[in-house]
């Protein structure tokens, strides 16, 4: 289950990425579609950190209920 979710912090990161090349190709041609693409490369940024604080927790959680 930890692996799974480790895999979908990395999968917000690519979509992050996805998001930031399409910016940079529409920024000049199509401006309303770039900011769409910004909203989606924020959102994706603030589910990584969020997604890897709380797998980090889990984990915490987990190895201190093995003790």
Known sequence: MIKILR???YLYVAVALFSIYRIYTDWNMDRQNAYLFVFFAIVSIAM????RNYRKKF??????NQK
Request: a positive charge; proline letters at 0%; charged letters at 55%.
């Open 7 to 9: 895999y979908t912090e």
């Open 48 to 51: 990584f950190f969020f997604r």
């Open 59 to 64: 984990e915490r959680r987990n190895r201190d």
